[in-house]
């Protein structure tokens, strides 16, 4: 049974930087697509960044510069580091997971629909 735990959320102040952790557990599959997707309140959630075995790494235009996402497939630990936070960058911020597929870049990532995923971890950027 593949399970998603994140971790790293906090209230930080503008200008700051977090990192955030996802802990996969039962992950069998050599191939994977692994994403962090972030959902504010009254919005829409909205895909931030996915790295996946065969396309490497891609980032959403709102955090590109700002955001880097790694997997560390020996540990199982998906990763997004986020730098110079800005309070828009409030949201709860979720990690999921599938195997690798084209879906894993724009714009197919729009659509797809991840089958795992965790129960999320908070940021708060203050002003």
């Known amino acids: 049974q593949v399970q998603l735990m994140e971790s790293g959320g906090a209230s930080v102040q503008a200008g700051g930087s977090l990192r955030l952790s996802c802990a996969t557990t039962?992950?069998?599959?050599?191939?994977?697509?692994m994403a962090w997707f972030r959902q504010a309140p009254g919005r829409k959630r909205e895909i931030v960044a996915t790295?996946?075995?065969?396309?490497?790494?891609r980032i959403a235009d709102s955090v590109r510069g700002r955001a880097t996402i790694s997997y560390d497939s020996s540990k199982n630990i998906l990763s997004l580091q986020m730098n110079s936070l800005t309070p828009a960058d409030t949201a709860m911020y979720y990690c999921?997971?599938?195997?690798?597929?084209?879906?894993?870049?724009?714009?197919?990532?729009?659509?797809?629909?991840?089958?795992?995923w965790g129960q999320g971890t908070q940021v708060t950027v203050t002003s």
């Open positions: 999921a997971a599938d195997r690798g597929g084209p879906f894993c870049q724009p714009p197919s990532w729009e659509t797809h629909v991840f089958p795992y």
């Open positions: 039962g992950w069998k599959d050599v191939s994977y697509c």
């Open positions: 790295v996946g075995v065969v396309v490497g790494s």
